[in-house]
């Protein structure tokens, strides 16, 4: 089956020239060029992708982003002009899985889009299906997790976070080694990446996110989860 993906921008060059990269390796790619166009394409087709731009008309990047957020987990990857690490974080924190700063090689987005998807669509042994910690259940294969029993939606960032971290309960990991594990050892951003990661993930899963009983941090180190 065709790797479906949904392009938004409101250059529609760029649009064009990703769309034909795409198609040329087999994806099947519709596109909208406003905030609120791609927002109602989302709620009403099955994306494995989403590339979203920051900068767009009626509603912006962040926004339909923070919406989507609400109901589903589809991967995002953001395209922004601005070069500023805070339009980056601020991506991050409201559920985008990656950036990429414009001007951009079409060759290096076709990497990151099939890094993105080899992590979404990664699946562990069957022996170790599933984690059951107290409140707290893991299941490896469907890339799912519940708290109480009720299901919480997680990103593929957060979700590789808290595989990582939950299968080697008391292990710490540095930030910088979680950050080449889980997003990459070419991955260009920095070790906050992590921290906001760790943070949203806290608020998901955590029974109260400011004193943690999960995910713990080693001061001046980094974290680990506690079983």
Request: proline share 4%.
């Amino acid at each position: 089956m065709a790797t479906k993906v949904l392009v938004v921008d409101d250059e529609k060059l760029i649009v064009k020239g990703i769309r034909l990269a795409l198609t040329q390796d087999g994806m099947e790619v519709d596109t909208a060029y406003d905030g609120d166009e791609a927002f109602y394409m989302i709620q009403a087709k099955q994306y494995d992708l989403v590339i979203l731009d920051v900068m767009l008309p009626k509603m912006d990047g962040i926004q339909v982003c923070q919406q989507v957020r609400e109901f589903s987990n589809v991967p995002i990857l953001m395209l922004t002009a601005k070069s500023e690490d805070m339009d980056k974080i601020l991506g991050l924190e409201y559920g985008a899985d990656d950036y990429m700063t414009k001007p951009f090689n079409i060759l290096e987005l076709k990497a990151r889009i099939k890094a993105i998807l080899r992590r979404t669509r990664k699946l562990e042994e069957p022996s170790e299906n599933t984690g059951d910690f107290n409140d707290l259940r893991v299941d490896y294969d469907a890339r799912r997790v519940f708290v109480k029993g009720q299901e919480v939606s997680l990103t593929a960032k957060e979700f590789d976070l808290l595989d990582l971290l939950s299968r080697n309960p008391g292990k710490v990991y540095s930030r910088d080694r979680l950050l080449n594990v889980v997003w990459g050892m070419d991955y260009p951003g920095d070790i906050r990446t992590v921290d906001v990661h760790v943070r949203r993930l806290r608020e998901k899963i955590e029974p109260n996110p400011g004193d943690p009983l999960y995910i713990q941090t080693k001061w001046g180190v980094g974290y680990f989860f506690k079983a």
